[in-house]
């Protein structure tokens, strides 16, 4: 299973993304146009016990019946997407930046944490 997981804004302020495997966590965060730091690449092993927590935290049939497909970006706002591929089954989903899904929200809060950790 592969997890995806990002945001994209508008105006070239910045837009990031975390891909998630059993091995390993890799976060690349492109930062907005005007900083002098091009770019925050990052890369980290996932534990067993990470991963495990990582797949708890999804409910496949939830997920899979979440139908979000915003397009703020195209108006210069935000929006946050999700995809799951597993196999043969792939989903994604993407959402206005910072909304809180009932049915996802456990994954939310890992991405989040993940976010934090990635970018001190």
Same mark, same amino acid.
């Given at each position: ?13 910045? *837009? ?33 016990? *990470?991963? +495990?927590?990582?797949? +708890?935290?999804? $409910?496949?049939? $939830?997920?899979? $019946?979440? +139908? ?10 935000? #929006? ?6 597993? #196999? ?13 899904? #009932? ?5 939310? #809060? ?11």
């Amino acid at each position: 299973m592969v997890i995806k997981a990002g945001f994209m804004c508008g105006w070239g302020s910045g *837009e990031d993304s975390l891909i998630i495997t059993s091995t390993t966590i890799k976060y690349v965060y492109s930062v907005p146009a005007k900083s002098q730091i091009p770019e925050i690449n990052k890369e980290r092993q996932t534990s067993t016990s *990470e991963w +495990n927590n990582i797949l +708890n935290s999804i $409910n496949l049939d $939830n997920f899979l $019946n979440l +139908n979000y497909n915003t397009c703020n970006i195209c108006v210069d706002g935000c #929006d946050e997407w999700i995809s799951v591929k597993n #196999d043969s089954m792939s989903h994604q989903i993407r959402f206005g930046l910072g909304l809180k899904i #009932d049915s996802i929200k456990p994954l939310q #809060d890992i991405l989040s944490q993940l976010r934090s950790e990635f970018r001190k």
